[in-house]
T-cell receptor, first 114, second 113 residues
Framework: KNEVEQSPQNLTAQEGEFITINCSYS?????LHWLQQHPGGGIVSLFM???GKKKHGRLIATINIQEKHSSLHITASHPRDSAVYIC????????????????FGKGTLLTVNP | AAGVIQSPRHLIKEKRETATLKCYPI?????VYWYQQGPGQDPQFLIS???????DKGSIPDRFSAQQFSDYHSELNMSSLELGDSALYFC????????????FGSGTRLTVV
């Protein structure tokens, strides 16, 4: 079982819809990242979270440390939001593993149709 | 704000050639990590450096080597390139101590033909 689980794996939406992508993890973490990757493109860091909630434009990321769960929301989705969204965690010092390497989720492929 | 800089952005090489990828971390970050992401694959950890010393090693082939320099930039050297080395190579940097996340470079897309 992967230490980082994302859902859904694939998501198709109509322009303007509200999008939610979920990430659950099984280890203690020091930080959680939400990353965006367009087809054939590089990695873009959207958020780094260790607690609470962050907002940037139409994107909102939340994390619940007790429940080991994070969500990425996109409001008023647009076709340019179509990309793979990846959740990645940096384990905490007491997680039993390396504190330094990220563990990646499998990614969520989002397609927003006009 | 300064980000992690990688060069080149794109690289095309022939089989059996060599390639050198560079990663410049943001200021005050002493740790650099290299990842490889093949087409349709999850990122795979290759190697990391802290204070110019290798700190962790993942699935890096023997044909590859890397180092971190005194200015904390890192270079990934790849020799005897194979078609299967075609991938996105991205690096990230962080302060080693404390509960901080990574800052990511946008990656170098290597195509071996």
């Amino acid at each position: 079982k992967n230490e980082v689980e994302q859902s859904p794996q694939n998501l198709t939406a109509q322009e303007g819809e509200f999008i939610t992508i979920n990430c659950s993890y099984s280890v203690g973490i020091s930080a959680l990242h939400w990353l965006q990757q367009h087809p054939g493109g590089g990695i873009v860091s959207l958020f780094m979270l260790s607690s609470g909630k962050k907002k940037h434009g139409r994107l909102i990321a939340t994390i619940n440390i007790q429940e080991k769960h994070s969500s990425l929301h996109i409001t008023a989705s647009h076709p340019r939001d179509s990309a793979v969204y990846i959740c990645a965690v940096r384990p905490g010092w007491n997680s039993g593993g390396s504190n330094y390497k990220l563990t990646f989720g499998k990614g969520t492929l989002l397609t927003v149709n006009p | 704000a300064a980000g992690v800089i990688q060069s080149p952005r794109h690289l095309i090489k022939e089989k059996r050639e060599t390639a050198t990828l560079k990663c410049y971390p943001i200021p005050r970050h002493d740790t650099v990590y290299w990842y490889q992401q093949g087409p349709g694959q999850d990122p795979q950890f290759l190697i990391s450096f802290y204070e110019k010393m290798q700190s962790d090693k993942g699935s890096i082939p023997d044909r590859f080597s890397a180092q971190q320099f005194s200015d904390y930039h890192s270079e990934l050297n790849m020799s005897s390139l194979e078609l299967g080395d075609s991938a996105l190579y991205f690096c990230a940097s962080s302060p080693r101590q404390g509960n901080y996340g990574y800052t990511f470079g946008s990656g170098t897309r290597l195509t071996v033909v």
